[in-house]
């Protein structure tokens, strides 16, 4: 498989623009009580989740998922993958 060095570029640029809408979700998960949770986990459970086989999706509906992320569903995703490692 050959990377795509243009692709790579385009997911780093997307994930630094949805940074502050990740940073809203775990400001609001910390006032719940709710903590170690970061950026980079939220942005792989959006990916292999949320997004995962869609297409063209704009910007509000990606920050829109973000802020949309069920708690309940976000530690289902974490703990199978603690299983899977």
């Not at 780093?12 to 986990?41: C, G, V």
Request: charged letters at 30%; proline letters at 1%; glycine letters at 2%.
């Amino acid at each position: 498989m050959a990377i795509n060095n243009e692709n790579t570029l385009k997911q780093i640029d997307l994930y630094s623009r949805l940074m502050p809408a990740f940073n809203t979700k775990i400001k609001e998960w910390q006032r719940e009580k709710i903590f170690n949770i970061n950026q980079m986990d939220l942005w792989n459970y959006c990916l292999q989740k949320k997004w995962l086989g869609k297409k063209n999706l704009r910007m509000y509906e990606l920050v829109d998922d973000i802020l949309n992320i069920d708690i309940i569903d976000y530690i289902k995703f974490k703990n199978q993958n603690k299983k899977n490692e």
